[in-house]
């Protein structure tokens, strides 16, 4: 944990911080920085034995709905404070100022840290990158009769690097983010479509498996892919650290997309395209645009029929959710043209991407910027059921959950407390059992 706090610290006394003020003139007095066993991915919950794994779950996700122990939290693989500072530590790293030299020294046996987790610290010229035969994340810290001219020769600045690391250096990557059900299908037919014309590229297609109504829902499942797409970006930047980066993004792919741009100010992005977006309306193009030049040029297409985004996201925000909206439905209120255009197309909100011409144009504006502007229309009426409920569909979902609350308070107190459990027990397994079989159909749609 130190090794971040120090990097930390410097990066935000040498102007990469969240604030310009924190800038320090100590920094042009450092020569020289020794990093031991120095945390850059972060931590990974699936590399602990079961037997940590069983409970350091639940305790994570209990930290976390109590808000409890952020310092702990703050070192998982993709936590906002990692990602800020891999990010931050690849720019910097990037950029002509003068820099200190970094030894970084690693245990052999670090079961926390391994060669691959920390390339975005060992990548760069000033960094010396030594081996420490037999040393663990723990030990690190002890030199030994066997490894102690190491540690000497580290402060001494006189280390001689036991490992080479080198960037891929690709010009330009491509992230293509599938979002609920089965819209990776179709993007996988895109990153076809980029390799092909422009075979040196690095195509990603991550995916974090099928995503059902239900799972987008909870709160806390769906902001674990926030973290995951950080840890994901922050590790091809440190591959391609020179590279232009580009998305592509479906339905749950654009609140990826958006939460880490909030969140992350130098996580940046030369063309983005949204299908189906689920951001708000008023979500803050204008600091991510304007103010932080985050992102240059971003295409939302909306589905005339999408009534996940137009009805069911838009609900979501009504009853509190600031995160989610109807942004891919109604338009979002930023009003640049000239970096932010929005297209109406025909389909709901997967539909779309099942048209191959369509698949192409994205193929098109990622490449090379065009084409924006889609012709599209003219549009019958919108159905009238579709109106009332993108109208009322917080409050129809409002009074469905307080009935259903009621129904099942109604069961329960007719099976506590009648003498005869018959009947009151028959609408209790019925109520129970109708609520299974609504979940069970809402969480394959």
């Known amino acids: 944990m130190g090794s971040t706090v120090l990097r930390r610290a410097y990066l935000n006394a040498s102007g990469y911080g969240n604030a310009e003020t924190l800038r320090q003139g100590w920094v042009e007095k450092v020569e020289r920085i020794v990093l031991m066993g120095a945390i850059a991915r972060g931590i990974k919950i699936e590399k602990m034995p079961w037997k940590d794994r069983v409970w350091v779950r639940p305790a994570l996700f209990l930290a976390k709905l109590l808000r409890l122990a952020a310092m702990h939290r703050s070192t998982l693989a993709g936590a906002d404070f990692l990602a800020r500072l891999r990010i931050d530590w690849i720019r910097f790293n990037n950029s002509a100022c003068p820099k200190p030299t970094v030894v970084h020294l690693l245990g052999t046996s670090d079961a926390v840290q391994d060669p691959d987790d920390v390339i975005d610290i060992d990548q760069f010229p000033d960094v010396v990158p030594v081996e420490v035969p037999e040393a663990t994340h723990a030990s690190i810290i002890v030199p030994t009769p066997d490894t102690r001219s190491l540690y000497i020769r580290a402060f001494l600045g006189q280390s001689i690097p036991t490992r080479t690391v080198t960037a891929s250096g690709s010009g330009h990557v491509f992230i293509l983010m599938h979002g609920i059900r089965d819209s990776k299908v179709c993007f996988k037919e895109l990153a076809d479509e980029i390799k092909r014309r422009r075979p040196e590229a690095c195509v990603m297609l991550p995916t974090y498996g099928y995503l059902s109504i239900i799972g987008f829902l909870r709160p806390f499942y769906r902001d674990s892919f926030v973290a995951w797409f950080l840890d994901q970006y922050a590790d091809h930047l440190a591959r391609n650290p020179k590279a232009e980066f580009h998305y592509a993004g479906h339905s ?194």
């Not at 932080?292 to 979501?316: E, P, T």
């Open 252 to 445: 749950n792919g654009t609140y990826i997309l958006g939460e880490a741009l909030r969140r992350v100010p130098r996580l940046s992005f030369n063309r983005v395209c949204f299908a189906a977006s689920v951001l708000p309306t008023d979500f803050e193009w204008d600091r991510v645009i304007d103010t932080r030049k985050q992102v240059q040029l971003v295409r939302s297409d909306m589905g005339y029929g999408d009534w996940a985004v137009g009805i069911l996201a838009k609900a979501l925000h009504r009853l509190g959710s600031r995160t989610i909206g109807s942004g891919g439905y109604d338009g979002f209120k930023y009003g640049d043209t000239s970096h932010l255009v929005e297209n109406v197309v025909s389909g709901g909100h997967s539909g779309m991407l099942y048209d191959r011409k369509y698949i192409m144009s994205i193929a098109d504006f990622l490449l090379n910027g065009s084409p924006v502007r889609l012709d599209s229309g003219p549009f019958g009426a919108e159905p009238k059921w579709f109106t009332f409920f993108r109208a009322y569909a917080d409050i129809v979902a409002f009074v469905l959950i307080v009935l259903a609350l009621l129904f099942i308070l109604v069961n329960v107190a007719g099976l506590l407390f009648l003498p005869v459990f018959g009947l009151a027990g028959w609408s209790l397994s019925s109520a129970l059992g109708l609520a299974i079989i609504i979940l069970v159909i809402l969480d394959r749609l």
